[in-house]
């Protein structure tokens, strides 16, 4: 079986040992998220995800901080940014990044849909998460801007960029709620479409 083109460029930013602790994370990562819908977030331990992986306490700390970085962690902010910056030169930047959005996230979900699924409905349903996500989801937005202020030759703290990069990041927040309130039954990047499309025309309502 070919390698999907989004794992084929995470492992080409990877070396041998990276791609070594990438399995390994991704492999604690999937223990937990089981363990979460069988058990439930809050009724899940730390020592049960490291037992289930087959790794001890302290390693699981080694990859991931707290609890709560089993559902947040993911690898795509810097494949996002690479991206962006190959899309061609012509293009307008809110058409780059439907390109974008179109390539990862349709990959996502016909490669990765279950987990996908399963972390974003767990960071829509626990508390604990819905605060951190905020914060993961600014470090993202400003991977974006970064990025476009490069290809623009702009500053990152232009407040158009600023603006865009915000306008952009609510319409994905909003198609993957939608997608999740439907459980999985809509199509994420026909609503992605939709939400460009908004955009583009000036957000008519």
């Not at 439907?98 to 987990?115: F, K, L, S």
């Not at 974006?144 to 952009?168: C, M, N, P, T, Y």
């Amino acid at each position: 079986m070919s390698t999907p083109p989004l794992e084929r460029s995470l492992e080409q930013r990877l070396g041998l040992r990276e791609r070594k602790k990438l399995k390994t994370r991704r492999s604690i990562q999937e223990h937990a998220l089981r363990l979460f819908q069988e058990q439930g977030y809050d009724a899940t331990t730390v020592e049960q995800i490291a037992e289930a992986a087959e790794v001890s306490p302290s390693t699981f700390f080694r990859y991931f901080p707290t609890k709560e970085d089993t559902v947040l962690t993911d690898e795509y902010d810097a494949l996002i940014v690479d991206a962006v910056r190959a899309q061609p030169p012509e293009l307008p930047p809110v058409e780059a990044l439907r390109n974008v959005m179109h390539e990862m996230v349709g990959e996502m979900v016909a490669t990765d849909r279950q987990r996908m699924f399963d972390r974003s409905r767990l960071m829509l349903s626990v508390p604990a998460l819905r605060s951190r996500q905020w914060d993961q989801t600014k470090v993202t937005q400003h991977a974006i801007i970064e990025a476009l202020a490069d290809r623009l030759g702009r500053s990152a703290s232009d407040f158009e960029l600023q603006a865009f990069g915000a306008a952009v990041i609510a319409v994905l927040e909003t198609a993957m709620l939608s997608w999740v309130e439907t459980d999985g039954r809509t199509d994420i990047v026909e609503l992605l479409d939709r939400g460009v499309d908004f955009l583009i025309a000036g957000c008519p309502l």
